[in-house]
């Protein structure tokens, strides 16, 4: 069984800094992408950003210039670095991974927890 651990989360003033890691665990053979989503209280949850295994990334509109997502292979890691947080930032932030090969022909897609993120204004 594949499970994704957040860890980083907590509490920043509005202009600060926080950085988001996201730790793949279990059987399997490889993971092409992964990426953060993130809910705010009474909201839908959203995409901020994904990157494949390639290196290929896609942010949301809302985050663009000032959260970077990056990844590592090796270790089945991707990270979040969230700069210049606003208010408008807090939610609880989830890693995702929607394409996790188990075996041969199985993917199968992996939530986290998730991780709480307030920026106080």
């Known amino acids: 069984q594949v499970q994704l651990v957040e860890s980083g989360g907590g509490l920043v003033q509005a202009g600060g800094s926080l950085r988001l890691s996201c730790a793949a665990s279990?059987?399997?053979?490889?993971?092409?992408?992964m990426g953060w989503y993130r809910q705010a209280p009474g909201k839908q949850r959203e995409l901020v950003a994904v990157v494949t295994r390639g290196g290929l990334t896609n942010y949301a509109d809302s985050v663009k210039g000032r959260f970077t997502i990056s990844r590592d292979n090796a270790k089945n890691t991707v990270f979040l670095q969230m700069n210049s947080l606003k208010a408008e930032d807090t939610a609880t932030y989830y890693c995702?991974?929607?394409?996790?090969?188990?075996?041969?022909?199985?993917?199968?897609?992996?939530w986290g927890q998730g991780t709480l993120v307030t920026v106080s204004s």
């Open positions: 279990g059987s399997m053979l490889s993971i092409n992408t």
């Open positions: 995702n991974a929607p394409d996790v090969l188990v075996r041969a022909n199985n993917w199968v897609a992996v």
